[in-house]
């Protein structure tokens, strides 16, 4: 299969936004637009729920206090990492249906890593920052999805701000100073509610580039992927404010 990206730049009009007359008034593109979409927030909220009962059912069971400690926390750890590099830069070499399959593998992966805050946290508290989060993310995201002004160029700056909190989050597993990571998590809900909005206008934009490919499917997938790692980010710092320790 041809990459994608050349597969686009021989569309007309590649790296702009269709006019609503090229578009038989508009309304198949606006249809079509909305389908897209919500089938992204579908993945990404279904997604976010597999996650949680996974994570739930995996602290009721006892099973949290291995992946607490040892040679498994390292390795559910790492593996959804792994899982987010493969899906991003394989996306063009695999399926739908491979990508699908991920996607959930992932969830479920994110889930069994995330039932060890059910140590931490009483589980009223996150609870409350899970609604907080989904409050926030769903008001952010309805504003990158229907504001006027162009914000594409906040990318690299939060990009930018994801490496820096990556590298603060690593200095301060050293020096373990609380007044850190506080600031930390300050600049954490920050940028990820950037990217949460963000993320929502670059989809709905890219939407005008993939309609109508075969790639159109997996762009629901991996933008599902986007926000999802925006709303789960975004939750885990709001937590460190909300979150009563057990």
């Known amino acids: 299969m041809a990459d994608w990206n050349e597969q686009q730049r021989s569309r ?4 702009t936004v269709p006019r609503t007359g090229d578009l038989a008034s508009g309304v198949t593109f606006d249809e079509g637009l909305r389908k897209h979409m919500l089938s992204i927030y579908n993945y990404m909220t279904s997604g976010v729920l597999l996650t949680g009962i996974v994570a739930l059912l995996t ?3 006892g099973l949290a206090l291995s992946f607490a400690s040892g040679p498994l926390m390292w390795i559910v750890a790492l593996s959804p990492l792994a899982i987010v590099f493969a899906m991003s830069f394989g996306a063009n070499k695999f399926s739908k249906t491979t990508l699908q399959a991920m ?10 890593s995330l039932s060890t805050i059910f140590l931490v946290y009483t589980g009223s508290s996150i609870a409350a920052t899970f609604f907080a989060t989904a409050g926030a993310f769903a008001g952010l995201s309805l504003w990158g999805y229907t504001t006027k002004k162009d914000i594409s160029g906040w990318g690299s700056f939060l990009l930018m701000g994801v490496i820096g909190l990556i590298i603060a989050s690593v200095i301060n597993m050293f020096l373990g ?3 850190m990571s506080l600031v930390i998590s300050f600049l954490g809900v920050l940028i990820f509610a950037g990217l949460t909005a963000y993320d929502t206008q670059r989809l709905k934009t890219e939407y005008s580039y993939c309609r109508g490919t075969e ?29 009563s320790r057990e």
């Open 103 to 112: 996607f959930w593998g992932f969830a479920v992966l994110m889930g069994l």
């Open 177 to 179: 100073s609380g007044t």
């Open 12 to 15: 007309p009009g590649f790296g």
């Open 215 to 243: 790639f159109a499917g997996k762009a629901v997938v991996l933008g599902a992927l986007s926000l999802y790692l925006d709303f789960i980010n975004m939750f885990l710092f709001l937590l460190r404010f909300m979150g």
């Open 59 to 61: 602290a009721r069971s």
